[in-house]
């Protein structure tokens, strides 16, 4: 599956996208965040930001329960701030 | 009748204005709002802005607030352009329009659009200052509550 | 910081809107309203629209609505420009920008002026019509509706 | 005095400005208005409109009981229909 990152939580885990296979048993938003966690010092600190982080399955704004797969587009990035 | 454009070029607002009303006689009012560029945050100089998005997810975002803007308040047309990349104080980040047979519902529109824009659309912005520092906007709790009063009236 | 003019030449929005940023890093936003003449009226076609006003006066009452606007909203900047004479199906009667460090007084400002300028400022419209015949315009009580809500929140 | 008429006021009495001297006795907006209207059948007819009148003295908005004298402009007109 394709993740993204934006703004400082790219700055944070390095990179702005990464290709990961989902490992085996999980299955939602929360899963995913709490296993990407564990690939680096820079995605751990990412992540530690908690409630600032925001995310979009297939580009659709999703939450800790949202249900994710191999295939999908996930992307994390910080509260909005255009305009 | 929705113009929808993520761009790092300016803004033509006279041109994007006369496109919208081009060959109609129907419209009545256009109504719009502008956003700049400000030379301070906090009052700290700024040198520069730096605008990310997050391309396909930006533009189906900004669709959906444009149809449900055209709906709520029947507009006949409506745009919403806005820029990315690096801006300088003075510049336009973001243009608004909405236009409809009577002023009101134009009025409201654009309102409308511009505050859903700025807590719904996924733009970041990294600000640079004079003093070689830069820092990550942080989202304000008083873009929330324009947006949500909107969901209220629309309750109520 | 008002610019109040009453012309028979078309206006070019985005010169105005450019002239009321030019130089300056202070503001945030700029809001605006531009009204056009609409091809029919209650269902007629109508062939073109004649504006009259009160030398003198009418630039007054203009600049009177324009300060008002100004104190109440913090303006940082206003323009109201309204055309008179012989306008066509399709054409700007009216402009009207409000500026500011944020947005919600720079659209409140905006909604402020159009509501005003058209209850308050003296002009008056002619309607010819398609078939020959022509009317002068009522006032509209809606119009008187409009301006009046800023009264009682002043109050208020 | 200076005697201004503006849109179907102008029309009805047949000029957009006229010049006149204000007979002894009148001094308010409604006395002007009353002694105006025994000018002519236009005029006559612009003032039958009644409350649909709006007046102006030297450029000010102004009511019925508004003090007026020779020397100051005077207008009338319709509701106002800008913007």
């Known amino acids: 599956m394709k ?9 944070r885990v390095g990179t702005g996208e990464e290709d990961v ?3 085996d048993g999980i299955s939602t938003l929360a899963g995913l965040i709490a296993w990407l966690r564990t690939r680096s010092p820079g995605h751990e600190a990412a ?7 925001r995310a979009a399955v297939n580009q659709d704004f999703a939450t800790p329960d949202a249900h994710v797969a191999n295939g ?12 | 009748m929705a113009c929808i ?10 041109a994007e204005l006369a496109a919208v009303s081009a060959g109609r006689t129907d419209i009545g009012g256009v109504a719009s709002f502008v956003g700049l560029v400000r030379g301070t945050a906090a009052g700290r100089p700024i040198l520069s802005m730096t605008l990310e998005h997050y391309p ?12 449900a803007a055209t709906r709520r308040f029947q507009l006949q047309a409506c745009t919403l352009i ?18 409809a047979p009577h002023r009101q519902a134009a ?3 654009c309102a409308f659009l511009i505050d859903w824009l700025k807590t719904s659309a996924p733009f970041w912005k990294k600000e640079a200052f004079l003093d070689g520092t830069s820092a990550w906007v942080d989202a304000r709790e008083t873009d929330d509550l324009a947006a949500s009063k909107w969901s209220s009236i629309e309750i109520a």
């Open chain 1, 47 to 53: 992540f530690a930001a908690g409630k600032l982080v």
């Open chain 1, 72 to 83: 999908d587009e996930v992307a994390f990035f910080p509260p909005v701030t255009g305009g």
């Open chain 2, 5 to 14: 454009r993520v761009q790092t070029r300016d803004i033509d607002v006279g």
């Open chain 1, 3 to 11: 993740i993204l990152y934006f703004a400082w939580l790219r700055e």
């Open chain 2, 82 to 99: 806005h820029r990315v990349g690096e801006l300088h104080p003075g510049e336009t980040i973001v243009l608004v329009l909405a236009a």
């Open chain 1, 21 to 23: 296979t989902l490992p």
């Open chain 2, 107 to 109: 009025l409201d529109g």
């Open chain 2, 56 to 67: 396909g997810m930006t533009e189906r975002a900004m669709t959906g607030i444009a149809d």
